[in-house]
């Protein structure tokens, strides 16, 4: 069964703006495209945004594993989830922004090693792991069966946006990061909004319980 469009067009106006805001991937992305050109900088960020696969395997065997055994263990598991969500808005709310992109120059690579690069810091992660499980739970519905390929669909969702924005990342950087280096509190808003949307997200569904 396939998510509903409510799901499909909530979550996917969520991760946007979430993989939008200034973070180490995409900070990343731009560094390598800045120092080595737009082809180098697209493949590094499809590297990352491919390494959100292997998160979305574990987040779907996790929580079909979890629904199997405990339907209140996955109810616990979107509250504590929903806590977490919170603490992270509350953080990026409260940052002063100021991020910066470096885009001095680098040796090259080939770009075989900058996607296995940018695939390999994505998928070690264990802070996007724990983000993967806090986040995609938020918008299974249980009633409606099959979570764990609702699970995989968000995943997949998630993994196919990241592509696009980190590739645009890495075709725009050199303009971007130029952008964004003038205009520290560009990233600051684009902090508060995401930030908005992880308190929202996660009051959610405290207030639904």
């Known amino acids: 069964m396939l998510i509903s469009p409510e799901q499909f067009f909530g979550f996917l106006a969520a991760a946007l703006l979430i993989t939008a805001s200034p973070g180490p991937d995409n900070l990343m992305v731009l560094g390598v495209g800045m120092s080595r050109g737009?082809?180098?900088g697209m493949v590094f960020g499809l590297g990352c945004a491919l390494g959100c696969l292997s998160h979305t395997l574990l987040a779907t065997l996790g929580v079909s594993a979890l629904i199997a055994a405990s339907p209140p263990a996955f109810a616990a598991l979107k509250v504590?989830?929903?806590?977490?969500l919170v603490w992270l808005g509350i953080g990026a709310l409260r940052s002063r922004g100021g991020a910066r992109v470096d885009g001095a120059a680098v040796p090259d690579e080939s770009l075989a090693r900058l996607f296995a690069k940018g695939l390999f810091a994505n998928s070690i992660n264990p802070?996007?792991?724990?983000?993967?499980?806090?986040?995609?739970?938020q918008f299974v519905l249980a009633e409606r069966g099959g979570v764990s390929w609702q699970t995989a669909q968000l995943g997949l969702i998630f993994t196919a946006q990241a592509c696009v924005l980190f590739g645009l990342l890495g075709y725009f950087s050199g303009a971007v990061?130029?952008?964004?280096?003038?205009r520290p509190r560009a990233g600051l808003w684009l902090?508060?909004?995401?930030?908005?949307?992880?308190?929202?997200?996660?009051?959610?569904?405290?207030?639904?319980?």
Do not use: E
């Open 38 to 40: 737009r082809r180098q």
């Open 80 to 84: 504590c989830g929903g806590l977490y």
């Open 191 to 209: 902090d508060r909004v995401a930030g908005g949307i992880f308190v929202a997200l996660g009051l959610r569904l405290m207030i639904a319980r």
């Open 127 to 137: 802070k996007v792991v724990l983000f993967f499980l806090s986040f995609l739970p």
């Open 177 to 182: 990061g130029t952008w964004l280096n003038h």
